[in-house]
Nanobody
Framework: QVQLVESGGGLVQAGGSLRLSCAAS????????MGWYRQAPGNQLEFVAA???????DYADSVKGRFTISGDNAKNTLYLQMNSLKPEDTAVYYC?????????WGQGTQVTVSA
């Protein structure tokens, strides 16, 4: 298991930017794949972006070209840079391994994008 703590969410206007952070209890580069997920009110949890220890990335179609996932091994931290935010990006954002470990879900960080 790995313990994960998300931060960096907030309220932003449409078109704005936020950078989310995910602090891990151990090196994220020793974990094959890490990912960001989100859950909007009334919706199911959905995949947002993934990052592999080899540096490759993968994105949901809805965020391609706007979001960038990255990792800092020295800080055991995963990031999600979110640009050109839209109201439909409003959700609680979580990080976890990919596929996710049930016991590693954190509290998430709320992102709210106003029109």
């Amino acid at each position: 298991q790995v313990q994960l703590v998300e931060s960096g969410g907030g309220l932003v206007q449409a078109g704005g930017s936020l950078r989310l952070s995910c602090a891990a209890s151990r090196s994220i580069f020793n974990i094959n794949r890490m990912g960001w997920y989100r859950q909007a009110p009334g919706n199911q949890l959905e995949f947002v972006a993934a990052f592999t220890s080899g540096g490759s990335t993968d994105y949901a179609d809805s965020v391609k070209g706007r979001f960038t996932i990255s990792g800092d091994n020295a800080k055991n931290t995963l990031y999600l840079q979110m640009n050109s935010l839209k109201p439909e990006d409003t959700a609680v954002y979580y990080c976890n391994t990919r596929p996710p470990l049930v016991g590693s879900w954190g509290q998430g960080t709320q992102v709210t994008v106003s029109a």
